[in-house]
Nanobody, 118 residues
Framework: QVQLVESGGGLVQAGGSLRLSCAAS????????MAWYQQAPGKQRELVAA???????NYADSVRGRFTISRDDAKKTVYLQMNSLKPEDTAVYYC????????????WGQGTQVTVSS
């Protein structure tokens, strides 16, 4: 049974920084692709950043250059470093773990709130 636990959210002023963490349980973490999504009130959940099992990354245009996704396979943790935060970054941030080895596996964390004040 895989569980994902996010942490690091909070209230920050515009221009500030936060670092989100997502710790996974279970085995073979290094074989999963990981991603962070955001969901603002009244909006759909959207991809923010992703990192493959091989370390390739991609970002939403809205965060490229400000956010950095990284992973530590030894700690079974993925991170999202968020710099130069803007009020429009306010959302619940969710961690997602994905693998498709014939059977698609998707796991989600419970989310962590990020609020950026102007």
């Amino acid at each position: 049974q895989v569980q994902l636990v996010e942490s690091g959210g909070g209230l920050v002023q515009a221009g500030g920084s936060l670092r989100l963490s997502c710790a996974a349980s279970g085995s073979f973490f290094s074989t999963y692709d990981m991603a962070w999504y955001q969901q603002a009130p009244g909006k759909q959940r959207e991809l923010v950043a992703a990192i493959t099992s091989g370390g390739s990354t991609n970002y939403a245009d809205s965060v490229r250059g400000r956010f950095t996704i990284s992973r530590d396979d030894a700690k079974k943790t993925v991170y999202l470093q968020m710099n130069s935060l803007k009020p429009e970054d306010t959302a619940v941030y969710y961690c997602k773990m994905t693998r498709d080895w014939g059977v698609k596996e998707d796991y989600w964390g419970q989310g962590t709130q990020v609020t950026v004040s102007s």
